[in-house]
């Protein structure tokens, strides 16, 4: 619902939100290779350490010889896994699933750290000296292939995880035990047998998603040092700390610091979009500071960070509907990596607490998922396609559009419950006005597959897909702003995380006091209690909205104390001087007066005032709290508010088999369009992963020793600039969310696993899992002819 609780949350005009163009206040720094990342920190004096990593899939150490590796020239010790030290540490909890030692003997995947640290004055010395080892290893079976890890004869590599937490919406399910490699999750709502007798047709299909990465611009890693600390003396030193994420937090949680006791400076740091997930590299270098007395760097190479975005997921789906397209039943029966230890719940049981189902109308449904333990790899916690299924639900409403000859769009709108319950038969608005504007925007006049040619003779194909624009940032936010010397000063501890919300949070703070964006001053300041970080990007609309109800309260008492002032006498007035001219404000009331340009103002005469740098003292206001909590936080898709709708145009070459993506539309309405430049961004970067993922992005694994094969930027394909197509954005504003002015965010929302695929499906009336390059589509089509 709209933002009715805050302050002026049903502003109507607009000087500052929403203006295009506006530039962060970082951005300068990173444009001009300037910003200095953690890793970019180099100390006097300062010490390297590189982790031993595993060349197997799944291997333990039986033994290992340091000697020769201590004897390298500039190397200053080389640590175990056994070492108190090491045994002492615990991961920050930043990542979910199966917990087990920080480090110890044993590695499930390749590349994984395993065992030994090495510490030296230089890099190079570290890699040497690493070489030297003499590791005798316990080489395990593994398993890189699901569909083989999930049989009942399959060698099983690991221990039982614990259960999956069950849904907060449905009662647990009765889930089968635990068989092999494999784990179960179930759940199961409504009556689905009876959903299906209701139908009048059912479809069944596959669906796959392939694990991808993301790219990874600037390698993770940490510089960390501990110092007196004149600020916080007592308890011991404090420490300092460069390239960890987010917030600091998370370290200092780790190292049993309160968050006064750790420095972060820095304002720029390494990672990737929606990864908060710690690294050992950046977890292991406080420990060796002390240890050393020393700074110490450690730094992941790009090879390193090749770790799962989306990890890989088999589909079986059976949908029953009836003759007018209504969908009475769904069975899902998954088959998803569980990944190596510690890997993020996203892809799995994540999905099963949030996904498609719930924004239709029907009730009976059932999701049945195998997880399955693997060798492949890590993924850390990252949802930037979240939830994973999103697209069971898009394909089923193609499907049953081809089916029955009806527009996709129109099965959606058939399909989609109303804002306030699964119950509710109304339309949704947001809704109906996304896909207004996407068949204006795209022309969209759809055909069933295989039905047009292009003139040059390629296939033509057409796809589209709803989803919400939801907002799930859950944490509350410490305000300060302070008018100090005529300037407004919003402070703000860093780092920059790959979202400007700290610049939409000095464009409330001056559409709120009056004020032209640069009039702004953000004070990054390590020791300042304001982060707008929760949730992801989305969380900028929600701190956002915290920083509106600071900027009513410094308002109102600069009104206050402009009035004080006014009704002082003069400072210095001696006989004989001109008597000084009343100040305009003098006898005036709170509701008479307001800001305008830098100054306080007559609302009945906006041309009489005075400056703010008048005020006698310096003024400040606080907040604490968060917005009311979000549609989707507390209802997961069982109600409706802001939505988004995506389109893809697509031409086949039958011959060839090349899919060129001829055009990507989206139209969203988040609400409340906050910073323009952010959310255009926003929507170029999801369409450059869902390209990826659709059309190039797959790991290779060896079969035989289960290590990847192209975990580089050569032999791993991204799309590169002269394949990102133009992407056609039209932004709506319902004001219907219940962050900042009526904004919810857009988040990850347009990420998408099949919209491409199923553009291709519609040009050439065949399935081709993703990737679909160029061979793939031609085996399909070859299939295709041969069961003709």
Known sequence: MPDFAGANGQRETFRVVGRAN????LSYALASGVAKFGIDYVLPDMLHARFLRSPYANARIKSVDTAAAKRVPRVVDVLTWDDPEIAALES??????????????????????VGVIVVATDEDACEEALKLLEVEWDVLPFQTDLQKSRLGDAAVIRPPAPPAPPSPFAPPANNPPRRGNVSYSFQIEGDVDAGFREASRVIEYDLYMPSFASHMPNPSGSVAWWFDDPYN???????????????????GDMYGLPTEKVVQEGLFMGGKYCDWGLRKSQEVTPMLARR???????????????????????????????????????????VADGGSTGSSSFGNTGDQRYGP??????????????IVDSNRGMMFVSGQHCPFNWDAVTIAIHLIADDLGLDPIDVARLNLHGPESQDDINPVPSFERCVEKGREVMNWNWHKSGAKTLPDGRKHGASFRYQMCPRHSFTDYTCKLELRGGRVHMPTQGPLFGVFAVEVNAMVVAEELGL????????????????????????????????????????????????ADAAKPPAFFFPGMPVPEPSPLKDRTPDELDLAGGRIVLKAEPERGVPLSSLAENVFATFKGRPPTAVWASDMGRRLDTMNTAYCEVAVDEE??????LKLGVVADPGKVMRPTSLESQIDQVMYFSQGCQLLEDYVFDPRTGVRLNN??????????????DVTREFLETRAGNAAYGANGISHSLANTHLIIIAIYNALGIWVAPPATPDKVLAALERSRVQV
């Not at 920050?92 to 750290?113: I, T």
């Not at 060839?656 to 993506?661: A, D, H, N, Q, Y």
């Not at 050569?714 to 590169?720: L, R, S, T, V």
Request: aromatic fraction near 10%; include cysteine; charged fraction near 30%.
């Open 357 to 370: 189902y719930y924004t239709l109308k029907c009730k009976n449904i059932s999701q049945r998922m195998e």
């Open 712 to 725: 580089n930027m050569i032999d791993y394909k991204k799309p590169g600039v002269l394949d990102v197509p």
């Open 656 to 661: 060839t088999g090349e899919v060129e993506i």
């Open 22 to 25: 506006l530039p962060g206040k």
């Open 233 to 251: 003396s007592g308890g011991g030193q404090s420490l300092h700390i460069e390239g960890a994420v987010r917030e600091k937090k998370a370290v």
């Open 516 to 563: 032209e964006y640069d009039d702004v001053a953000i004070d990054f300041d390590y020791r300042e209690a304001f982060t707008p970080v929760g949730g992801g990007s989305d969380g900028t609309t929600a701190s956002a909205w915290c920083m509106k109800e600071c900027a009513n309260l410094l308002k109102a008492k600069i009104l206050e104390a402009a009035i």
């Open 92 to 113: 920050n909890g930043e990542s979910f699933g199966q917990k087990r030692a920080w480090l110890d003997d044993y590695a499930d995947f390749e590349g994984a750290e």
């Open 292 to 334: 050393y007395g020393r700074p110490v760097r450690c730094v992941n190479t790009r090879e390193e960070t090749f770790d799962f975005i989306m990890k890989e997921r088999y589909m079986r789906m059976r949908i029953g509907y009836t003759d007018e397209g209504l969908i009475t039943a769904v069975d899902d029966y998954s």
